[in-house]
């Protein structure tokens, strides 16, 4: 299984980018589906998650910026990322809970991290 993420880049603030990771492989389902980030100096964060219900959860700093979407049949999740701000500047990274095979068991796998800067 690989996820590829695409879509980072730089942006100014205020500005928008939207974010795909794409998981590929033997896949039988995948129930979570979510975005992270890490800065320079910081710990890893969760920036928004969604399940296969389609449950949702935020950040207390992105909430009312950032939407997170999945499409099951492209097995791909999206964020959508308005009004940026410089502190929203990080490495993100996509993480899916997968089954491969059907029995229930999970496993966690991770996109390679895409570069957002928000600068003037």
Known sequence: VQLVESGGGLVQPGGSL???CAASGSIF???YMGWYRQAPGKQRELVA???SGGTTKYADSVKG???IS???AKNTVYLQMNSLKPEDT???Y???EIDLTGR???YDFWGQGTQVTVSS
Request: overall charge positive.
């Open 65 to 67: 910026r950032f939407t």
């Open 90 to 92: 990080a490495v993100y």
């Open 49 to 51: 998650s969604i399940t």
């Open 104 to 106: 229930g068991v999970e």
């Open 18 to 20: 939207r974010l795909s």
């Open 94 to 96: 996509c993480n899916n």
């Open 29 to 31: 389902s995948i129930n």
């Open 70 to 72: 999945r499409d099951n």
